[in-house]
């Protein structure tokens, strides 16, 4: 059942001027009633929350400053625009031609019939809403165009998650915005894109501290809960906040489940807090259309990417490691570092150095190196996050482009992937033999690259110093 709207009307003027059971014909009809005298000073401004949904003025008699007054208050800004009636006690006819010259919606003269003045403002309130959902709807309707124009430039798909969550909880001043990445019957969801925190993109969460995210794909319907406090969906969820002591702020949430090729995908995820505006209808409305639009847009990008695998899948991969191969490697960076540049992101180029790698074909064979190379590449492969990149960048040398990533980023994933080789037993090299690794790390942006190329002429420089003067091993760009 649609909430009833409580409408805010302001009286504005002279309370001897309002005739007798004003306020409690407007109180008794459901309206929200504020009164304040006019000329309205900036202290005596409507309350919170928002401007007033109709003005009633009211005034004594036709007075030379009637017109005046009325324009002031037609196009004052604090007001928005609200519709206003004059009522006027004492001047009949001239007076309310003057006000209605000066820009009144309506303006009647004593004695007022109270069905008539309530016939009025309903009509006056009539149009007033129909003018703020046709300027709404072209409001969307131009965000919708922007938010497509942006999703048809993404270059993958989580970039178009990206674009969805950041354009959409920005429009609507949200809290929280995701897209998370589920299906029926799972326990477990990734989250690849959040609004408030963009360096997000791979991030396994457990679906029951999130039952609407499990009702919206088990019903593949909208789930929209007004009060997370109060609605039973809530009930198991808000025992453990209990039980554990979590203080949680969340007011609404909103889960849209997102259908790619006709199945519950995931779902698109918001949430505001405790004092965030409430969302209306005609937003989830809104979020939901962009987001089954967005869903369209991601499945035509992964029949091309399918087609373009199938069509030149011998010429983006390394046969022996199965990573990327040079020439992916060079799209790959041209692509990031465009995205980079047009959103204001961050990435980190790392070239790893597999080291001694000749003295083991020199002492077990090419065959036995061959194999210690494609156990370091299929590694790197198990190590990196969804949105990461990796290839071989030639010989015993591999590249690997983070997203999001910053100098320290980098550094930190040589130092993980060295752990993971200390632990790891190459079976032609024995248990106590493991390969070393030298690494140059150049993050953008950074002073010294304005080209794509110009990082790998920054990374291939660290990687000389990590091998030649670095304690660690580990060169980063820009840094002695």
Known sequence: MPEQIQFRILLVGDPAARPDGLERLLVRGGFQVTEVPYPVSGSQRPPEPGAPDLLIFTVGAREAGLPDAVRD??????????????????????AVADALQAGAQDAMASPVHFGELRARIDADLRVRQELLEARDALRARDLLFDIFQEVSAALRGDEIFQTLVRRVGHAFGL??????????????????????????????????????????????????????????????IRRRWVQQDIEVNVQSAVALPVFVQGRAAGVFFLRTVQGD?????????????????????????????????????????????????????????????ERARRYSLRFAVVVIDVDRLREINERLGQQAGDRVLAEVGAMMQREIRAPDFVARYGGDEFALILPETDAGGGRQFVERLRQLLARHTFPDLGPDTVPGLSAGVVAFPHSQVLRPEDLFTQVEAALKHAKTGAPDRIGVAGET
């Open 73 to 94: 208050l037609a196009t004052a800004p604090r007001f928005s625009g609200a519709p206003l009636i004059v009522l006027v006690a004492e001047g009949a006819a001239d």
């Open 175 to 236: 809290t929280h915005c995701s897209f998370v990445l589920t299906t029926p019957g799972e326990d477990k969801g990734r989250v690849v894109a959040v609004y408030e925190n963009p360096a997000i993109r791979d991030l396994r969460v457990e679906l029951d501290r999130y039952p609407e995210i499990q009702e919206a794909i088990r019903t593949e319907r909208p789930v929209i809960i007004h009060d997370v406090h109060e609605h039973p969906l809530f009930d198991a």
């Open 277 to 337: 505006a409430r969302l209306r209808p005609q937003d989830v409305t809104f979020a939901n259309t962009i987001a089954q639009a967005a869903a369209r847009v991601l499945e035509n990008e992964e029949r091309r990417a399918a087609i373009y695998r199938r069509q030149s899948n011998a010429g983006v991969t390394d046969v022996l490691t199965g990573c990327a191969s040079l020439d992916a490697l060079d799209r790959r960076l041209r692509d990031e570092f």
